[in-house]
């Protein structure tokens, strides 16, 4: 794969655009958001009836919101949906009452421990009107009655997710899922969001050895839709990726798959442990790689972050807006995922054409033939351990783990066997 470079700018600026919207697991921002998104990537969008069954779940009602405000009873709003989406409880039953102070504290959430921020909070799965707002201005209501509206539906629609196909020489899929149902909030989801669709539209343009699948969906009710759905396609996803979080300041995070020693797993640790950033254990819980890594389904799909989700006091709060992710980390996360893809595409089993002592290197100008000492010594060890290992059962990645070569080394190495017949294709 060549190495387009795609600027944090371009990937920030989409980011920035689509951060007003406001998105829910079904409904209109989800729409809006995809509709921008296919001006980078060629997305199919697919409508799912409220109702439908996926498995142990059902598609809910579709929610849609206009407008909403908590008001004085002077008229003077006090928040309002237009200034920050995050005020409404995502998938809020409509309301328009006026109700007491006591009330309205009972139906707001706010954050005591960082008392300036707003909280995100949902309501999906249980029916309910709700605000959110900064603890300070909760603390400095005063007693009496307030005017409480929240214009918006909750009815029979559908759940909207966008996908893409980008075919390979192989039908053997790689599969990209970042989700798309957070309203204003940066890092967890329009970081991951971002990111894939420029990766799709840098990988539209290179050799595919592998096809690629990409998912726009909204988190957990999505995948979940998109896996009834799709069962049968699902034998030909042979790695796979969840991106979200990455484009916070802290170091890049790969949460292993269920499987634990995938071809993706390996393959990301092999390049974090060069770059650097750490890799953990898979568990049952996060984003959509719970859904993935399912039992029934047990598919070789990780989770790439930069800080892990809860562990940041932004998550899920009015701080993760755009000063909270950088252009640098939303950069550095898509080199990162080129460079796992290049090792998983590059990565095949070759066999050693002349395995009974070794070929003479010097004759064929591969030894000693490459200047400045220490990489013509990892030059020779990789072409070494290549000609070594290539029995026909160990990949070029097995072989980078087991010399402790990088893979472009072995690659190279690979390559140049190649060339001089040494080395073919298993
Ligand atoms: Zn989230």
């Known amino acids: 794969m060549g190495l387009e470079v795609v600027s944090g700018e371009e990937m920030y600026h989409l980011a920035e655009r689509l951060y007003p919207i406001c998105r829910s697991i079904t409904g209109n921002g989800v729409r809006e958001t995809l509709n921008i998104l296919q001006e980078i990537v060629p997305l199919e969008l697919h409508e799912v009836p409220t109702g439908t069954s996926i498995f142990d779940w059902t598609v809910p009602k579709e929610w849609n919101i206009r407008d909403a405000y908590v008001r004085n009873m002077q008229g003077e709003k006090l928040i309002a949906f237009d200034r920050c989406n995050l005020h409404v409880v995502n998938y809020s039953t409509p309301i328009s009452a006026t109700v007491s102070l006591q009330e309205l504290k009972a139906h707001t959430h706010t954050l005591p421990d960082h008392p300036q921020w707003i909280p995100y909070r949902t309501s999906y799965y249980k029916e309910d009107w709700g605000f959110c707002m900064s603890h300070d201005q909760l603390q400095s209501l005063p007693d009496g009655d307030y005017q409480v509206s929240i214009d918006a539906s909750l009815e029979n ?51 595919r050895r592998y096809s690629y699948r990409f998912l726009f969906i909204p988190g957990t009710i999505g995948s979940i839709a998109w896996l009834a759905l799709n069962e049968p396609i699902t034998g030909s996803i042979r790695h796979g990726v969840v991106l979200s979080g990455v484009g ?34 898979f568990h049952p819980y996060g984003y959509d790689e719970r859904q993935f890594c399912s039992p029934g389904f047990d598919l070789p799909v990780g989770c790439m972050m930069r ?34 893809l290049s090792v998983i595409e590059d990565n095949r089993v070759y066999v050693n054409q002349n395995p009974k002592c070794e070929p003479q290197l010097g004759r064929r100008g591969l030894y000693r033939s490459v200047g400045g000492e220490t990489h013509s010594r990892e030059t020779e060890m990789a072409l070494l351990w290549v000609l070594n290992l290539s029995d026909g059962t160990q990949s070029l990645l097995d072989i980078a783990e087991r010399s402790g070569c990088r893979f472009r080394s072995i690659r190279d190495a690979a390559e140049r066997l190649i060339e001089c017949g040494l080395l073919a294709a298993a």
Do not use: M, W
């Open 157 to 207: 629609g559908s759940l909207t997710y966008g996908e893409c196909l980008l075919p390979g020489d192989t039908a053997d899929e790689i599969l990209i899922s970042t989700h798309v149902c957070h309203p204003s909030l940066a890092n967890d989801n329009l970081s991951g969001v971002a990111v894939a669709a420029f990766l799709a539209r840098h990988l539209r343009q290179c050799n």
């Open 248 to 281: 916070d300041r802290g170091s890049i995070t790969y949460k292993r798959s269920r499987r634990g020693n995938a071809e993706v797993d390996r393959a990301f640790h092999h390049v974090l442990d060069a770059r650097g950033g750490q890799v953990i254990e």
């Open 307 to 340: 800080t892990p989700f809860g562990q940041y006091p932004e998550y899920h709060t009015s701080a993760d807006n755009l000063s909270f992710i950088s252009r640098e980390s939303l950069q550095d996360s898509f080199i990162v995922c080129t460079e796992v």
